[in-house]
């Protein structure tokens, strides 16, 4: 009995129903194993019978008033369910199977609608408590839904047929659209055509030594995908929400970073960043700059932002600021490991690209070829591991005053999907910007 005076939603009924069904009709249990399992059953002695049932049927045994028993019999439940009687009396007042799978979605809703209360009430508990913290509480909340949403899809099971037709369909629709790409672009033509764009599901990290661009990649990346109705959710643990925003004026506009932080700009330049902001707050475009961020905090606030606003990428800058659920002995490598793995399904589960920006070692600077390698991901091998793709930014001039002038390397030392290899760009820092060092015509 529920709070309310009331008893849980269950049908008992439709529960017999179903059980009776199958004994009558071995291949209605084919249908209804696709809809409900043990636990939608609401009495226990109906869940039970249940449990023997398929447990016949997954030893490829026959199913009807006979064996149904002597299974019960075996696992020594018989008299727990009623006995002999009760199974017999549960065939007897069936008609048939032909209305199976309407009945096992009645009792599978009623089983729905008793998590949803169950979890309810949890959280309604848990949030009263002092020592609970809410993102925690709230991911855990999502979290639960999320399952209870795969319950209510259990049956909408996708063929490989359908899945082989909807991605001719993708290929064929970017190749009348001549752009080629089957996932979200970043502006940098060679960088598109070698990866057809980032992919959904994707875990891509950007990693790089200090100043050698990796924040301002992410941020034009975004800004370029955000113009193109892209939505974007960005956390940024190491820089405000304002740092962000001045550098995406200045690449916008093409004024000058340090002309925009002065706010002492030119007539002309004060009509080109006033054309940047009309553009701007257009942008579909949700920012976390709250920094110390646990990695259940990230996968909490991007599941709302997925939920409510339809993010379609995600970037996080950067990796190592971000702290594990656990400290074990003080080994970050196996924390950094975590939140890797966590990054990793948080992109399969809300099924978009999620950029990672990671800091690497001073390794790479010990030796006379300064260009990054995997083994220079600082803290953890697992980066490398759980990465589908891994792009280091490295600009020559940093260590060369020789090397030519805002030119910068992609290098794409790891790819899961394609081949590995090394993309050349312009980077201008005073506008924060990167183009094409070539056009492709496609």
Same mark, same amino acid.
């Given at each position: ?13 439709m ?7 199958v ?11 696709l809809?409900i399992?043990?636990?939608?059953f ?21 199913i009807?008033l ?20 009760r ?7 069936i008609?048939?199977a032909a ?15 008793r ?16 020592t609970?913290?809410f993102f ?10 999320e ?15 359908d ?6 369909s993708?290929?064929?629709e970017?190749g009348? /659209?001549?752009t080629?790409?089957?996932?979200i672009?970043?502006q940098?033509?060679l ?11 994707d ?10 661009g990796?924040t301002a ?18 956390f940024s ?16 506009s093409?004024v000058?970073l340090?002309q ?8 002309a330049?004060?009509?080109?960043v ?7 707050v ?13 990695i ?8 709302q ?6 993010i379609?990428?995600l970037y ?8 594990g ?7 970050r ?6 939140? /890797? ?8 589960e ?7 920006? /990671? ?36 600009r ?7 090397a030519?002038?805002?030119?910068c390397?992609?290098i ?28 492709i015509?496609?």
């Amino acid at each position: 009995m529920s709070e309310y005076g009331k008893l849980p939603p269950q049908n008992r009924e439709m529960e017999e129903a179903i059980i009776g069904a199958v004994m009558l009709d071995n291949e209605a249990i084919g249908k209804a194993t696709l809809i409900i399992n043990e636990d939608c059953f609401y009495v226990e002695s109906n869940k039970i019978i249940w449990s023997a049932i398929t447990l016949l049927y997954h030893s490829n045994e026959p199913i009807d008033l006979l064996t149904v028993t002597q299974q019960l019999k075996k696992i020594g439940k018989l008299d727990e369910v009623g006995g002999p009687f009760r199974i017999a009396q549960i065939t007897n007042t069936i008609g048939g199977a032909a209305h199976i799978e309407s009945h096992c979605y009645t009792v599978k809703e009623a089983y729905l609608k008793r998590r949803l209360i169950q979890l309810a009430n949890q959280t309604e508990k848990e949030m009263y408590e002092d020592t609970t913290d809410f993102f925690t509480g709230f991911d855990k909340m999502l979290t639960e839904i999320e399952l209870i949403n795969r319950e209510l899809n259990r049956i909408n099971q996708i063929s490989f047929a359908d899945i082989v037709l909807d991605r001719i369909s993708e290929l064929k629709e970017a190749g009348d /659209s001549k752009t080629y790409k089957t996932g979200i672009t970043t502006q940098i033509d060679l960088l598109d055509a070698q990866t057809m764009g980032f992919q959904s599901s994707d875990l891509i990290i950007i990693a790089g030594r200090p100043a050698m661009g990796k924040t301002a990649i992410a941020i034009d990346f975004m800004r370029h995908q955000a113009s193109k109705g892209v939505p974007v959710g960005f956390f940024s643990l190491e820089m405000g929400n304002k740092q962000i925003v001045d550098r995406m004026f200045s690449a916008d506009s093409e004024v000058g970073l340090k002309q925009i932080r002065r706010g002492g700009m030119s007539g002309a330049d004060w009509v080109k960043v006033d054309n940047a902001t009309n553009r701007l707050v257009e942008y579909p475009i949700w920012i976390c700059d709250k920094g110390g961020l646990s990695i259940n905090d990230i996968v909490s606030i991007a599941k709302q932002w997925k939920l409510k606003h339809g993010i379609e990428i995600l970037y996080l800058d950067y990796l190592q600021l971000c702290s594990g659920t656990f400290k074990k002995n003080g080994n970050r490598e196996q924390e950094i490991s975590e939140i /890797s793995r966590r990054l990793k399904q948080l992109a399969k589960e809300l099924d978009i690209p999620v950029i990672a920006l /990671s800091q690497l070692s001073r390794t790479c600077e010990t030796r006379a070829d300064k260009r990054p390698m995997l083994s220079d991901l600082r803290e953890s091998g697992a980066i490398e591991q759980d990465a589908d793709m891994v792009i280091f930014p490295f600009r020559e001039e940093y260590y060369n005053d020789n090397a030519e002038k805002g030119l910068c390397e992609l290098i794409i030392a790891k790819y899961r999907n394609g081949e590995v290899g090394k993309i050349m760009c312009r980077f201008n820092p005073d506008i924060q910007k990167f183009s094409n060092l070539q056009n492709i015509p496609f």
